[in-house]
């Protein structure tokens, strides 16, 4: 896990040459994600130029440090991320003649996409962002995981193209814009965190989940491309018709098959564990494959201790009896406040979330783990969330006024100055929206709703962000195929929820401390496991 940046002059090869100043702020920006070392690379011509920082989890040795280069072919690669199934692509590659230098799996993806090119993609088990520059063919390749466990954002003006792990990274190169995004702006006060693929800074966008972004020296500004796209799996899975037992036995086969690739490490793995059922199963089957007992890290509020509301006595239980190295670590208020200003100079993008993250990686990086598994996922996989249940039953209740949407916007209208004294002002808005799945969904998500944005934010900024976004259209699309109601709520869950917030603050939080939080949402939990996202599946793997 580390922290990659990169400027890519493109419209002229003979351009002025890169400022190195620039990129080596923006490679120190992201320090803390890369404790472990530090390295840069610029092109001969000096329009080409790679940064990296280093938290070394596979491969220890320097030979596999980054920018990483090819002898064979010149290409080079700053990669983050982790890639699970490395050892058998490499053992394929070397089939066709490959000699490996390193035992890393940055040095697979070169080879992998000398051998395959931007299709490489779809043989990675992973969770990635990475950068190729092949200098043969002057082209620049980006690339992100199918479901966005890791963030890759771009800033293109059209002739100089700049890419980094973080927004703030981008910043502290000193050559952007400081406007912020309008959409970005709306999107914060509407979710609570900043929707993709927007970010604060008007100037800089995130490449989506399961894209690749391929930029030709000489050729305009390119778009990403989707290789993978959630919704398109969820609907091509729901077409399958297991039994209960079928889908119990294919989901938790993904799920503990998933679990024990995420162990590959050269390093230390350990477990958050909480008293929720993910982490608990996470542990379970972590604990069942690794040869040495499991260290596990707790998280407890002294707010909390003595009430059903503490995690700790049940984790301990679960811990003890997994015969794990476990360590429970509780904060009070004063460590929130003592804090607080940390936790906001971490934080990448503007978020309501996080917290938990920060003190739980706190607490594994004081018990010297560099790798934690994280039950994220489980809840927007096997529908554990009220809103599974919700958002259908709300949409089906009101339909017939999806018929009627001026109706139901002239009662919130009317309604919404006396309802906002009364109550939460999302009952201004039942009429208006409840009658669809996506305005449902909005309903349940949403931190505040549309109209109030702009008591908030100036007016005209407002309008801008709102138009941009559009929320509603933007969640149709994300369910337009599917039949079953829960599965179209987990397509708006996994799409939404996880991959703008819950995903991003595992990431900032955790690399915060220098952590490395791995979750439960691979792309063979969808892809190649369907039985555990199909109708029935969705249902009964929760059992």
Not at 480 to 493: C, H, I, S, Y
Not at 508 to 519: D, K, L, P
Request: charged share 25%.
């Amino acid at each position: 896990m580390c922290g990659i940046a990169g400027i890519v002059s493109y419209r002229d090869a003979a351009a002025a040459p890169l400022d190195r100043e620039e990129l080596r702020r923006m490679r120190d920006a992201m320090a803390a994600r890369g404790p472990d070392g530090a390295g840069d690379w610029v092109s001969r011509d000096g329009s080409v130029a790679f940064a990296h920082r280093r938290l070394a989890i596979i491969d220890l040795d320097a030979r596999a440090a980054q920018p990483m280069i090819d002898p064979d072919t010149g290409n080079v690669i700053v990669f983050n991320g982790e890639i699970y199934n490395y050892r058998e692509l490499r053992r394929d590659l070397e089939r066709a003649g490959p000699v490996f230098r390193t035992e890393s799996d940055t040095e697979v993806l070169l080879h992998l996409y000398a051998t395959h090119g931007e299709r490489m993609v779809e043989r990675l088990r992973d969770m990635f962002a990475f950068a190729i520059w092949d200098g043969r063919n002057q082209t620049l390749f980006l690339a992100r995981d199918p479901l966005g466990i890791k963030p890759l954002y771009y800033a293109d003006d059209g002739h100089t193209l700049r890419f980094a792990f973080q927004v703030k990274a981008l910043a502290a190169g000193g050559a952007l814009s400081a406007e912020p995004s309008a959409a970005g702006v709306a999107g914060f006060f509407l979710w609570g965190h900043v929707p993709e693929p927007w970010t604060w800074l008007a100037a800089v966008k995130a490449l989506p989940a399961g894209a690749t972004l391929t930029l030709r020296r000489g050729l305009p500004r390119p778009d990403p491309r989707l290789y993978f796209d959630l919704r398109n799996e969820i609907v091509r899975a729901e077409a399958g018709d297991p039994s209960a037992r079928e889908a119990v036995q294919e989901a938790l086969a993904a799920v503990d098959d998933s679990v024990r690739q995420h162990l590959v490490a050269d390093v230390p793995v350990g477990a958050f564990l909480s008293a929720g059922r993910d982490s608990t199963l996470i542990a379970t089957l972590a604990a069942r494959h690794l040869a040495e007992p499991l260290r596990s890290i707790t998280l407890g509020f002294d707010e909390y201790r003595g009430t059903g509301l503490d995690e700790v006595p049940v984790a301990e239980a679960v811990a003890q009896r997994l015969g794990a190295r476990h360590a429970t670590r509780r904060i009070r208020r004063e460590d929130f406040e003592a804090e607080r200003e940390r936790i906001l100079a971490a934080m990448d993008q503007p978020s309501i979330d996080g917290v938990n993250t920060w003190f739980v990686s706190r607490a594994a990086a004081q018990s010297g783990l560099k790798v934690a598994l994280s039950g994220l996922g489980g809840d927007e996989l096997f529908g554990g969330y009220p809103s599974f249940a919700q958002v259908p039953r709300l949409a089906r209740r009101l339909r017939l006024l999806a018929w009627a949407p001026l109706l139901g916007r002239a009662f919130r209208i009317v309604s919404a100055p006396w309802i906002a004294r009364l109550a939460s002002p999302k009952w201004a808005g039942l009429f208006e929206k409840g009658g669809t799945l996506e305005g449902a969904s909005l309903l349940r998500r949403a931190l505040i709703m549309p109209w109030e944005i702009a008591r908030l934010v100036e007016l005209d900024l407002t309008l801008r962000g709102l138009q941009e976004l559009a929320p509603l259209e933007d969640m149709r699309v994300r369910v337009a195929g599917t039949r079953n109601p829960q599965l179209a709520v987990m397509a708006l869950e996994m799409s939404g929820y996880m991959c703008n917030q819950l995903l991003r603050h595992a990431d900032w939080a955790g690399m915060a401390r220098s952590i490395e939080t791995r979750v439960r949402t691979d792309s063979l939990a969808v892809s190649e496991q369907e039985g555990c996202i199909r109708d029935r599946g969705v249902r009964d793997a929760r059992t």
